[in-house]
Structure formats: C-alpha cells, structure tokens
C-alpha cells in the first residue's frame, strides 16, 4: 500500500459545526503532515507529526485541532471554522522527520465553510 | 529564509515539444529540492527530488531537472510533452538535513495543445 487516504473528499460545514477530516497510511511512514491550499496558490503547512508527537504547529488558529491517535492515522478536528478557512486540506506522510525520500499526498479534502 | 520563485505562472506548449520550467530558489545552504505535479482536485504527486551527488535528476514520467548552484536554480525538463502532462507543477525547497519545512513555489499552469 503506497497510498495516503484522505476522507471524506468533500465536506460542507456551517461556522458552528464541528466536524473532522482524516488521513491514514500504512506504509509505515512516521511523519504525518497537514498542509491547506486556497485555489490557485501553493500549499502551506499547518502542522507535523513526528512519531505521533506534534512538532510543527504553523500558528495555527485553534479552530484546527489536530490529532495523531496512532502511527498510521491523523485527524483534524474542525471547529467554528470561518468561509475563509474553506480550501483543499492536504495530508501527507514521509518516511522519516524532513521528507527526505519525499512526502505522499493525499488527494485532499475540499472543505466548504458556508 | 528560504524561498521559491517560479517566474512562470502559465506556459502553453503543443505536444511533442520539449518543456522546460523555471525555479530559482534561495537558501544559505545546499536545500533539498522537489519537483511536484498536481492535477486539478488532486494531491501534489513526487517527480524528482535532489539532495546531493549528480546534478542532473531523473524523476517518474520521463522529466529531469537539473541543478546549478550558481544560478540557485532547479529547472524541470522533459523533451517531449504528452496531453496528459497538463497540469500544476511546484517546486519545493527544504533545508538540508531536515525537510519538514518545505516552501512551495507559487506553480506553474502548463496547458499541452494538440
């Protein structure tokens, strides 16, 4: 399995629900990333995980919540999210801190904040 | 600080005609360097990466990229364009040693006519 999957693949969510987008891999991959794209930009990071320990968190509001449960899983828990915040949400995992085999991505989460 | 610059946003080239795409990039060091593709609603896709050794890369789907430390460049090439190359292409730098931090370029649209 050399895949990262990323559900669900669309979401639309009002500003006070709560709601959650989740990344798995089984490639045995111990950095887990997010990363937020805005149509027509280049993704930017958000958070990194490192043997399931955060260790990048790029001032992230704390509307994002992420989680990593376990070495093959990582969450991101949505909360009174604003319109702005609608955008791609990108997973990606390495096999080692840095990404220095390269990262795999997920084909994202389109997230629409309404 | 690290940076990427792609100082083309759009290129449009026939099919069957060589490619070749910028990146200038400026970091203190020798960076780690990546070339990612991203069709339309999908994930960002490894095509090469160099962190040392040979400076001429070779990645997936017939590309190459080349790095010249003296012009801070890491330009993408191919010699034939199939349709199907159409889509964003990024360039990404990432400090050596670690390359949890990637900094994406802003992409490059390519559009293949036939």
């Known amino acids: 399995d050399t895949e990262v999957t990323q559900t669900p693949k669309h979401l639309v969510m009002g500003m006070t629900n709560k709601k959650s987008l989740k990344c798995e891999q089984h490639?045995?991959?111990?950095?887990m990333y997010w990363y937020k794209q805005k149509a027509k930009k280049p993704p930017e990071l958000m958070f990194v995980?490192?043997?399931?320990?955060?260790?990048i968190n790029e001032s992230v509001p704390s509307r994002f919540s992420p989680e990593c449960p376990n070495s093959s899983l990582l969450n991101l828990h949505l909360h009174a999210l604003q319109p702005e915040d609608s955008a791609l949400y990108l997973c990606?995992?390495?096999?080692?801190?840095?990404?220095?085999?390269?990262?795999?991505f997920g084909s994202g989460t389109r997230l629409t904040v309404v | 600080a690290q940076s990427v610059t792609q100082p083309d946003i759009h290129i449009t080239v026939s099919e069957g005609a060589s490619l070749e795409l910028r990146c200038n990039y400026s970091?203190?060091?020798?960076?780690?360097l990546f070339w990612y593709v991203q069709s339309p609603g999908q994930g960002l896709q490894l095509l090469l990466k160099?962190?040392?050794?040979?400076?001429l890369v070779q990645g997936i789907k017939g590309f190459e990229a080349e790095f010249k430390r003296s012009q801070s460049s890491f330009n993408l090439r191919k010699p034939s364009v199939h349709w199907s190359d159409a889509a964003e292409y990024f360039c990404?730098?990432?400090?050596?040693?670690?390359?949890?931090?990637?900094?994406f370029g802003t992409g490059t649209r390519l559009q293949v006519t036939l």
């Open positions: 970091y203190g060091a020798t960076p780690y």
């Open positions: 995980y490192s043997y399931e320990k955060l260790s």
């Open positions: 990606a995992s390495s096999q080692g801190f840095g990404g220095t085999y390269g990262y795999t």
């Open positions: 990404a730098v990432g400090p050596a040693g670690t390359a949890s931090k990637l900094t």
């Open positions: 160099y962190f040392s050794g040979d400076t």
């Open positions: 490639m045995g991959h111990r950095a």
